[in-house]
Nanobody, 122 residues
Framework: QVDLVESGGGPVQTGGTLRLSCAASGSFYSWHCAGWFREVPGNSREGIAAMKRDGTISYGNSVKGRFTVARDGARNILYLDMTNLKPEDSGMYYC????????????????WGRGTQVTVSS
């Protein structure tokens, strides 16, 4: 089992940037993939970025070109760099690891973090 802890969320204005971090208690390489999800109240959790163990990356259509996922394998941290943020990017962001990679942007989580809230104001 691995514990995932997200951080870096907060309020930001439209057009701004944020970096989210997901610190894992174990290696991301133990899992086939890792990813970021976004959840808005009333909607299902949306996969927005996923990275396979071999470094293959895919993004959900709503964030492609604006968000970047990166991994620090030595420190067991997964990042999500978010640029040109829009109000519709607001939501709770979760990190997850799993064993099935579903492009674009989804690694269905077997283990989840508790999330970090992002609020984009217009």
């Amino acid at each position: 089992q691995v514990d995932l802890v997200e951080s870096g969320g907060g309020p930001v204005q439209t057009g701004g940037t944020l970096r989210l971090s997901c610190a894992a208690s174990g290696s991301f390489y133990s899992w086939h993939c890792a990813g970021w999800f976004r959840e808005v109240p009333g909607n299902s959790r949306e996969g927005i970025a996923a990275m396979k163990r071999d470094g293959t990356i895919s993004y959900g259509n709503s964030v492609k070109g604006r968000f970047t996922v990166a991994r620090d394998g030595a420190r067991n941290i997964l990042y999500l760099d978010m640029t040109n943020l829009k109000p519709e990017d607001s939501g709770m962001y979760y990190c997850a690891v799993g064993n099935q990679y579903h492009p674009p942007g989804t690694c269905p989580g077997l283990v989840w973090g508790r999330g970090t809230q992002v609020t984009v104001s217009s």
